[in-house]
């Protein structure tokens, strides 16, 4: 396997997608065939989806809570909060996750992208989203007790923005590293961006790329090292953790 050499000036940025999570029980989407209870992902997990039928997507996401519970960080969690414990603020972990596994293993310099499954939103006012792990498995669509809109789950669906201080962070963090940038994506299909597309800002400041995943992913010609194997297993190996 060839190294991840984080000398005195690497700056680490990880991008981590359902595959590192599969090992502690959590299903990828793909692995379902992209399919839902015979429902399209699109249809559970979109702004139009929710608008047709909120109470559909409240039992598909309730149903990845009640899922969640009791589910632990993996050997793969635990080696990246290793790594940013020795590089400090030359690391930074971007998840398109929304399971809350980073968090829960311990990573702090971290963006959740794609938001938090176990975080409620208005889908009307702007109240704050608050932590809520209440599955709502029989369909009844909650509502905001402020404004009495359909409440929603904090997370970025298809055809949403991805929050701008979020990209902002990336950016800020890419300048930092210059060519010393260490790009490493771990267990993620490479076909949903604009996650699938920071391999080429990677490339494009001159930095190194790692790719770790079960399979070669859509965008694995764009990587320069390709580590095909479980996350749990490779992750470890590769940042020597
Ligand atoms: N755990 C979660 O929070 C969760 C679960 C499902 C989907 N999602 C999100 O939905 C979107 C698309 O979902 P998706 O399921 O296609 O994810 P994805 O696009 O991130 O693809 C998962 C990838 O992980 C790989 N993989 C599977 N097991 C692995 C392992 N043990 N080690 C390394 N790689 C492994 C697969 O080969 C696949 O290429 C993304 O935003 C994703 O993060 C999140
Ligand atoms: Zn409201």
Request: aromatic content about 10%; cysteine-free; charged content about 15%.
């Given at each position: 396997m060839i190294p991840l050499s984080l000398d005195g000036a690497a700056h680490l940025l990880v991008l981590t997608g359902a595959g590192i999570s599969a090992e502690s029980g959590v299903p990828t989407f793909r692995d379902a065939g992209g399919l839902w209870e015979g429902h399209a992902v699109e249809q559970v997990a979109s702004p139009d989806g929710f608008a047709i039928d909120p109470s559909l997507v409240w039992r598909f996401y309730s149903q990845r809570r009640a899922g969640l519970t009791g589910v632990t960080p993996n050997l793969a969690h635990h080696a990246l909060v290793e790594a940013e414990a020795r590089l400090g603020e030359r690391f930074l972990l971007v998840t398109q996750n929304v399971d809350g596994l980073h968090p829960l293993a311990g990573s702090r310099r971290m963006l959740e992208m794609h938001g938090n499954i176990m975080r409620t939103r208005c889908s009307a006012c702007d109240r704050a989203p608050f932590e809520d792990r209440t599955a709502y498995g029989d369909g009844v669509v909650p509502l905001c007790d402020r404004c009495s809109a359909p409440l929603r789950p904090d997370i970025v669906w298809f055809g949403e923005m991805i929050a701008r201080a979020t990209l902002a962070a990336i950016d800020a963090f890419v300048r930092a590293a210059g060519s010393h940038l260490v790009f490493l994506a771990v267990g993620t299909?490479?076909?949903?961006?604009?996650?699938?597309?920071?391999?080429?800002?990677?490339?494009?400041?001159?930095?190194?790329?790692?790719l770790v995943n079960a399979e070669p992913p859509a965008n694995a010609a764009r990587f320069d090292h390709i580590v095909i194997g479980p996350a749990g297993r490779a992750l470890p190996a590769l940042l020597g953790a």
């Open positions: 299909s490479g076909v949903v961006y604009p996650a699938a597309g920071l391999v080429d800002v990677a490339r494009a400041a001159g930095g190194r790329s790692f």
